[in-house]
Every structure is written in C-alpha cells, then in structure tokens.
C-alpha cells in the first residue's frame, strides 16, 4: 500500500513568514495529492490538490509542487497570518484508497 | 454538491455496547465509501472501504467482526462499532470519492467514548 510521510511534525513561523510542508511517498502509480487543514473535532477541509500531470499549482497564498521523479510533493504558505495556524496533512491516492502524512501543526507567531 | 451527512456528531456508550455510525450522500451515489480512524494528535487511519452491494476490505489490523461495515444502497454506509471498548474512543470518519472534478468529500466525524 501507499505510505506517506510527512515532515516536520510542528513549524512555528512568524507572521508574515513563509511556511512550507514537505512530503513523500511511495507508490509511483500515486496520482492525487491533496492537501488538508483540520481544525480539532472537524472534517479535514481541503485547501490545495495537484495531480500527478501537473508540476505546481498556486491559489493565493498556497501553491503545491510536486517531483514524480523523486516521489515528492510540497506546500508552501506565504505571508503567513494567524488563520493558518492548524494542522495540515498531506496525502496521496493509490487505487482510490487515501493515505495521509503523520500531519504538521502550524503556529502563526503574532 | 457532493455532501455526505455523518450521524452522530457524538456519543458515548457503555463498554461492551455496539455503536452505530452512518455517512449518507446526500447529492450524489456513492458506491464507495472509505473509513477512517483518528486517535488524539494523531493522523486519519484507513480502517475499511465498503462498497455498495459487496462485502467490505479491511485494511491490515482491523478487525472485521468488531468494526462492521454496511453499504447496502449507493447513499447509505454504515459502521458498526461492536462490544465497544475504551480503546475504541476515537473520532471516526467516513470520506467518498467524488465523480465530478475528482476529490474526496468528508463526513463531519463521529467523536465515540467509550466508558
């Protein structure tokens, strides 16, 4: 099965400061990457995806990259504001099936 | 469009009690439909894929007689959490592919304690 991993665990930036998750995986058939934000108790909300065609995808302040070649993928959050500060996982999709990272908590230093 | 609707949002049972669990589509026919396990501070854990009409695929440690899986129409799967135990608090989440556009859709989760 697919095995994603995902790094750091935890990243505290400065407001205003980049942020930038690093993923890997280990399914090369893997063609879906999303990433999510979770809040405590609730549904993981998308915020990004990219697909295995596309190299990098940016909305706003959020972009994706992704390296086939080398099996893995990145976020990158700009201009970092207090709203960011969450859990963000990653994950990639191997015969349907979703596999998330272990997950990195993000805090936003005012 | 493409929501699924989880019921409970909570509950708490006694040990030893089942506890059951649905994620209906409410726009769209889900054929398949994916279970997750989140422990505290931890990651969404693939427990089972059921699919409408067929019996379910348990992913490696899960046990099938005590997690029971559903999916008798293309809008409704369950999970059956039997004998329950406090190891078994967890928050549970159902999640379906999406034909459209592709993606997946979330359940809101279901916190269970068990005491």
């Known amino acids: 099965g697919e095995n994603v991993e995902q790094h750091p665990s935890t990243l505290s930036v400065q407001e205003g400061d980049s942020a930038v998750i690093k993923c890997t995986y280990s399914?090369?058939?893997?063609?879906?990457f999303p990433w999510y934000k979770q809040e405590l108790g609730k549904r993981p909300q998308l915020i990004i995806d990219?697909?295995?065609?596309?190299g990098e995808k940016k909305d706003q302040r959020i972009a994706v990259t992704l390296n086939k070649t080398a099996k893995h993928f990145s976020l990158h959050i700009t201009e970092t504001q207090p709203e960011d500060s969450a859990v963000y996982f990653c994950?990639?999709?191997?015969?349907?099936?979703?596999?998330f990272g272990a997950g990195t908590t993000v805090t936003v230093r005012a | 469009g493409a929501v699924v609707s989880q019921h409970p949002s909570w509950v708490i049972c006694k040990s030893g009690t089942s506890v059951k669990i649905e994620c209906r589509s409410l726009?769209?026919?889900?054929?398949?439909m994916f279970w997750y396990r989140q422990f505290p501070k931890q990651s969404l854990m693939l427990m089972a894929t059921?699919?409408?009409?067929?019996?379910?695929?348990?992913e490696q440690g899960v046990e099938k007689d005590k997690f029971l899986i559903n999916h008798a129409s293309l809008t409704l799967s369950t999970l059956t959490v039997t004998s329950a135990h406090p190891e078994d608090s967890s928050f549970y989440i159902c999640?379906?592919?999406?034909?459209?556009?592709?993606?997946?859709?979330f359940g809101s989760g279901t916190r269970l304690t068990v005491v």
């Open positions: 999640s379906a592919p999406r034909a459209a556009g592709g993606g997946y859709t």
């Open positions: 399914d090369s058939a893997s063609n879906y």
């Open positions: 990219i697909r295995s065609n596309v």
């Open positions: 994950a990639a999709t191997s015969d349907y099936k979703l596999s």
């Open positions: 726009d769209f026919q889900a054929t398949t």
């Open positions: 059921s699919n409408e009409g067929s019996k379910a695929t348990y």
